[in-house]
């Protein structure tokens, strides 16, 4: 059970028009290493966590990852909601208006529509755990992309705000990882998967 708060983690606010730059942001949403994926991935990945308190750090971060998916689809959402046909037609925005017009759906900024095989859950603490890990550093590094492309500092605010997320979470994960391998390093975690062969770890 999730308290909800009817505003933003960081607010945004976009005066321009540019449906250019939200076919780049959006893959942030929809793309391979979006917010979307990223929510889905530690929700699904905490239930088998063999330690409470990384199940609990994948809640609070899957939790996160929602509300940056909220931000992503605010911008966004601003930088289409007064474009005409000819802005989106000059920026190759149309292919999106013929099948969404503004609406917001999950794709990266390629065109390629989101799909569940983008994460992982594997059942495997450590092998999850390094996925997540490398999850981070690919959402930050598209972040640093999105920053060298687009140029209006009130984009740039909240995306250097996720960013600076990103980073955050990829140290909460290594520290997660050390956590679980301390825990079941006596254990040979690197011989059995700790969440499945509940026997040889009981």
Known sequence: MWTYEKRL????????TCPKTAQLIISQFGGPDGELAASMRYLS?????PCKEVAGL?????????AHLEIVCAIIYQLT????????????????????TSGLWPQAAGGIPFNACEFQSKGDAITDLFEDL???QKARTTYDNILRVVDDPEIKD????LRAREVVHFQRFGEALEKT???LDAKNY???NPEFDKKLFG
């Open 158 to 161: 909240p995306i250097r705000f």
């Open 134 to 136: 490398a999850a981070e």
């Open 181 to 183: 391998k301390d825990r």
């Open 58 to 66: 994948l809640t609070d971060i899957g939790t996160e990852e929602l």
């Open 190 to 192: 690197y011989y059995a």
């Open 9 to 16: 983690q960081y607010p945004v606010k976009i005066s321009k």
């Open 81 to 100: 909601k007064d474009m005409s046909l000819e802005d989106a037609k000059t920026a190759g925005f149309d292919a999106y208006y013929i099948d969404h």
């Open 45 to 49: 990945q905490r239930y088998t966590m």
